[in-house]
């Protein structure tokens, strides 16, 4: 396994931190048996694994970027997954799938790609009636953005907060200590170093306020 693939792998750990609010709104939904979940913008595929894993349903993870969907190919045949996840090259810009797919769409972090009001728009013809959208997004014009939920054509389930502090503690600091730990390791390997590089730069402007950490989950049924 190269250096990047060892990084990635133990990014992906630090990420797993998080998995405790991806359950924590996947029980805010009622109970669907065998559910066809489509994940938006699934990147390596923590959040899909789980999603499959509690749902016992089909999901369906879509990411633009092939490393990462490699990533989640070897975890789907790691836990013996290949039977209910899917993952597929495809941009949440142009993907179509037919009216009524599925029963629950679900995208964190991939929603600023067209914004709040385009997404839940847009994504409102591929729910089968009645079923749900789970979306995970930054706090900025939070209330804006809880506003639009009944004017697009659904009723608000649930939503609650992840704080700054909380991504500090849970996914930041752990994983800068990370990125210090491989420069360490492996001072020369300059495809790995570049992979650092980008991730302490995210991490650089957290510290400088320059983007929002904060964020929150909304759990909404189509209506």
């Known amino acids: 396994m190269s250096n990047l693939n060892l990084y990635g792998g133990e990014k992906d750990h630090i990420r797993e931190n998080l998995n405790k609010y991806t359950r924590k709104a996947f029980k805010s939904l009622p109970k669907c048996k065998n559910p066809h979940i489509l994940d938006i913008g699934c990147g390596t595929g923590v959040p899909t694994i789980e999603l499959a894993t509690m749902s016992d349903g089909h999901v369906i993870g879509i990411d633009i970027?092939?490393?990462?969907?490699?990533?989640?190919?070897?975890?789907?045949?790691?836990?013996?997954l290949n039977n209910r996840v899917s993952a597929?090259?495809?941009?949440?810009?142009?993907?179509?799938?037919?009216?009524?797919?599925?029963?629950?769409?679900?995208?964190?972090?991939?929603?600023?790609?067209?914004?709040?009001?385009?997404?839940?728009?847009?994504?409102?013809?591929?729910l089968k009636p009645n079923r749900f959208l789970v979306i995970h997004d930054e706090n900025k014009d939070k209330t804006k953005k809880l506003g639009l939920i009944t004017k697009c054509g659904y009723t608000l389930i649930a939503q609650f907060e992840l704080s700054d502090n909380l991504w500090w503690l849970e996914y930041y600091t752990p994983l800068e200590q990370l990125i210090q730990?491989?420069?360490?390791?492996?001072?020369?390997?300059?495809?790995?170093?570049?992979?650092?590089n980008k991730d302490q730069i995210e991490i650089d402007k957290c510290k400088s306020n320059s983007v929002v950490i904060s964020s929150f989950f909304v759990i909404m049924q189509k209506v």
Do not use: C
């Not at 597929?88 to 810009?93: A, C, F, R």
């Not at 029963?103 to 409102?124: R, Y």
């Open 65 to 80: 970027d092939v490393t990462s969907l490699n990533s989640l190919q070897r975890k789907i045949k790691e836990t013996e």
């Open 88 to 126: 597929i090259k495809n941009s949440i810009l142009t993907m179509d799938f037919p009216e009524e797919s599925f029963d629950i769409i679900w995208a964190e972090g991939s929603i600023f790609v067209i914004g709040f009001e385009n997404s839940i728009k847009k994504w409102h013809q591929f």
């Open 181 to 196: 730990e491989f420069r360490h390791k492996y001072p020369k390997d300059s495809e790995l170093i570049n992979e650092l």
